[in-house]
């Protein structure tokens, strides 16, 4: 396992972790970035083989922490590059305080983030009731994040002109 340094906030120590590669890995493996946060023994930016899942990472982050709600993780899911997996403690929800802004919004814009938003935040859309936002949501925890807004057209529920309606409204 190779470790070395990456940035963090001020005084806050992290660390970048090459998973190894496997055994049937080639020099050309894809990799992917993922930032794991919240209550796991080492909060930080790991490196794992494409294809890893929600485990992977957590396990990448020295596990969970002891006051770690391991229920509120998809552990199966596949993660993607890019990705924050945020892991909460008992009693709090699974969004972080610094991106739990209203709507879901990414940045600020004010637009919704597909990918963080919960149910209440995307039943704000036009045409998106609660059964349709808790689709989007599943379909996200099954298959990670979007990486597309047109990637919501694979949401059961959700056709063009659905998407049309509201596509000006979210972002990924």
């Given amino acids: 396992m190779v470790l070395a340094s990456a940035f963090g906030a001020a005084g806050e120590t992290q660390t970048v972790i090459d998973q190894p590669p496997s055994a049937s890995s080639s020099s050309s493996a894809v990799v992917v970035y993922v930032h794991v ?3 796991v023994a080492a909060p930080g930016l790991y490196r794992l083989n494409d294809g890893a899942r929600g485990v992977d990472a957590v396990a990448a982050a020295g596990g969970f922490s002891a006051d770690a709600d391991r229920s ?3 552990l199966a899911r596949p993660v993607s590059d890019g990705e924050q997996i945020y892991v909460p403690i008992v009693g709090e929800t699974a969004v972080p305080p610094a991106a739990s802004a209203p709507g879901g919004s990414s940045g600020g814009s004010g ?28 379909w996200r925890d099954t298959n990670g994040r979007f990486a597309t807004v047109d990637d919501l057209l694979a949401v059961p529920g959700i056709g063009e002109k659905t998407l049309d309606g509201f596509r000006s409204l979210v972002t990924v």
Wanted: aromatic share 0%; charged share 15%.
């Fill in 37 to 39: 946060v919240g209550a």
């Fill in 111 to 138: 637009l919704v983030n597909v990918n963080t938003a919960d149910s209440a935040a995307l039943e704000t859309l036009p045409r998106i009731g609660p059964a349709v936002a808790q689709r989007i949501i599943d």
């Fill in 72 to 74: 509120q993780l998809n």
